[in-house]
């Protein structure tokens, strides 16, 4: 199971490569916004310097929602970095962009899906990675793990490369039914990875060595 974390905050993307288990970091719109970029330059500026601090793919999503402008934004963000995977939204034109993108070796994520339908059409245009949204979808009282399981199944079955990126994962649960259902790749929030190291009985373990271990001063 590859670990990405999604966020376009750089001081979170070190402290998670710190970690020594990070893969890769995904971001979209909302999150590069959160962190107060602003103008083209300040943009591809952010995604150079996230690929700096992490030896792994970078997602960097396109903002138009036409083809011939995800086209032109994708072929820019692609020249950035060799890290850079293009993000981009499963609808029509974004599937036909990452015919186009694939047919030039460029790499993709194919974002906001929701279904098997959506995750098959964005194997077959040969995306890298597929990113069904997991907490949106338990959001609407619908299973997002099940999601993850379905297109991991189609995609052994079918033998597609396409990766199954497990998004908008909220907590440590998410990531531990993640590994359950297959994907290659869970990006979260700090918090998830870091909350997967929590155990009481580790905390209490290790209380028990320090208080024995000054017995022997
Ligand atoms: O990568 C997608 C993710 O950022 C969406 O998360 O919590 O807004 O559904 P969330």
Known sequence: MKFFIDTANLEQIKEANDLGVLDGVTTNPSLMAKEGVKGEENI???YKAICELVDGDVSAEVLSTDFEGMIKEGEELAKLHEQIVVKVPCTKDGIKAIKYF???????NCTLVFSTGQALLAAKAGATYVSPFVGRLDDISTDGIELIRQIVDMYGYYEFDTQVLAASIRHTMHIVQCVEAGADVA???LSAIVGLLNHPLTDKGLAQFVADAKKMN
Do not use: G
């Open 44 to 46: 591809l500026n952010h």
């Open 102 to 108: 694939s047919d030039k070796k460029i790499r993709t």
């Open 187 to 189: 990006t979260c929030p």
